[in-house]
Structure formats: structure tokens, C-alpha cells
């Protein structure tokens, strides 16, 4: 009898993981705070669509994107992923860290912004819009407070910019916009 609850308590767990999407960034490291950062983009309407020009089917734009400030931020950092890619991992468009702590703003279009930038899903420098190869997508704008700038060189990876804000954010927000592949 024990045998046949722990079997199907497993099989229970492995159906209700299965077919799930890859953990974005913000699901794998903890904030102090339980109180959300407010995020914004001019690029997320209010139907959720990124807007064209942002993604790499249009002017491949870095969105612009607000949030509100945290008591004790000493530095940001923003990340953008795709969830939704095939692949064992969310597909990056966008990681940029060390912003600093009196910017709450990036501009439409900016590089860096005093910051440091890792490598996207195609393995350059920066920003790469959204790019879904069939279907919609969900893409997770992502701002993290920091207590402190990481001490990680430019072009480092997800996982490495993953590892270095564990411990060190204060609050965390994001945005969720959607692209759908053109027909």
C-alpha cells in the first residue's frame, strides 16, 4: 500500500510539472522585500502586446521601461526572458546590471546606461528583441533593487547574473509582455 501511495504521489507531481515553463530569473532568487517594485513599459500596452518596433521583427529596439524606487538601492538590474522558447531554459533578451541607484528610468533605444551588459539567447552583447518562431509568446521584464553593484564583468550569462543577485536584492517587479510570430 505504501509502494502504490508514494507511486502515485510522484506520478501526481510529474504531472502537474510536466509541460511547464522554464523558471524565469525572478523565480529563482528571493527579494528581502514581499512588497513588488513597480514596473512599466511604454513598449506593453495595455493589451499586453510589445510593441513592433521593440521586437527583432522590427526596429529590435531595448524597450523602455520605469520603476518605482526602493529605500536602500544602491544599483538595478533588468532582465528580459522568454519562458515560452523551446529548450530546457527561458530564452534571454536582455541583461543589463549595476544601473545606477538614481536611475529608474531606461530610455527607448539605450545601450547600457552606465551599466553592464551579459550575453542574450544568441550569444552577442545587449539587447535582442523578442522573436518567437511560431506562435505567442510571454516575455518577463524584470527589475531587481540591489544593495549593492554585482561584481560581475560584462558579457557574463544568465546563470552567472542569476548567481551573483543571490543575497543581494532588495525588492523585485516585473512586466509580462507577449509577441506573436508574424504569419
Do not use: C
Amino acid at each position: 500500500m505504501r509502494t502504490r501511495l508514494t507511486l502515485a504521489i510522484a506520478l501526481t507531481l510529474a504531472a502537474g510539472t510536466a509541460g511547464a515553463a522554464p523558471a524565469v530569473v525572478l523565480a529563482r532568487v528571493g527579494a528581502r522585500s514581499a512588497t513588488p517594485i513597480a514596473v512599466q513599459s511604454a513598449a506593453i500596452g495595455a493589451d499586453r502586446r510589445f510593441a513592433a518596433r521593440n521586437t527583432a521583427f522590427g526596429a529590435d529596439l531595448s524597450p523602455e521601461v520605469n520603476w518605482s524606487p526602493v529605500a536602500g538601492a544602491h544599483a538595478w538590474a533588468v532582465v528580459l526572458e522568454d519562458p515560452d522558447a523551446p529548450g530546457a531554459r527561458p530564452f534571454v533578451h536582455w541583461l543589463v546590471w549595476n544601473i545606477p541607484a538614481k536611475v529608474t528610468r531606461l530610455a527607448e533605444g539605450v545601450t547600457a546606461a552606465g551599466a553592464l551588459q551579459g550575453r542574450n539567447g544568441r550569444g552577442g552583447l545587449g539587447y535582442w528583441g523578442p522573436h518567437p518562431p511560431s506562435g505567442a509568446h510571454r516575455y518577463y521584464l524584470q527589475v531587481f533593487a540591489l544593495d549593492a553593484p554585482l561584481s560581475l564583468a560584462a558579457g557574463a550569462d544568465r546563470d552567472a547574473l542569476a548567481a551573483a543577485l543571490r543575497g543581494h536584492v532588495l525588492a523585485s517587479g516585473e512586466v509580462v509582455g507577449v509577441v506573436t510570430a508574424p504569419r
